[in-house]
């Protein structure tokens, strides 16, 4: 993978059904799963999405797209957050998505 992107999410009870929903909302896209023991790097090259919707079949109707940051320590890339999405992006590419903030990794 040449400019792979994501989450590093904490170990803990939900992490299996957020790399579904990453899977999910990516189709098509290789999603990587590495496990290193206390945390989970999910990644996809150049760019990778989750949204609120996906993640609310996986964790309940009531999860908040902002709860996503309790479990994630880091991520590679930029994240590009809406009220409803998180998306990861290769730095190179220089395109944001929606009207999102952009936070620089």
């Not at 790097?41 to 902002?66: C, S």
Request: no cysteine.
């Amino acid at each position: 993978m040449r400019n792979p992107v994501g989450p590093v999410l904490r170990m803990g009870d939900e992490v299996e059904q957020v790399i579904a929903a990453i899977q999910e909302d990516n189709p098509g896209t290789e999603i990587e799963v590495v496990d290193r023991g206390a945390y989970v790097r999910v990644q996809g090259e150049d760019q990778i999405t989750v949204t609120e919707q996906t993640l609310r079949r996986y964790l309940g109707a009531d999860y908040e797209i902002r709860s996503f940051g309790g479990i994630m320590s880091a991520f590679s890339g930029r994240a590009v957050t809406t009220s409803d999405s998180i998306t990861w992006q290769s730095v190179g590419r220089g395109k944001s998505v929606g009207q999102g903030k952009a936070v620089p990794a």
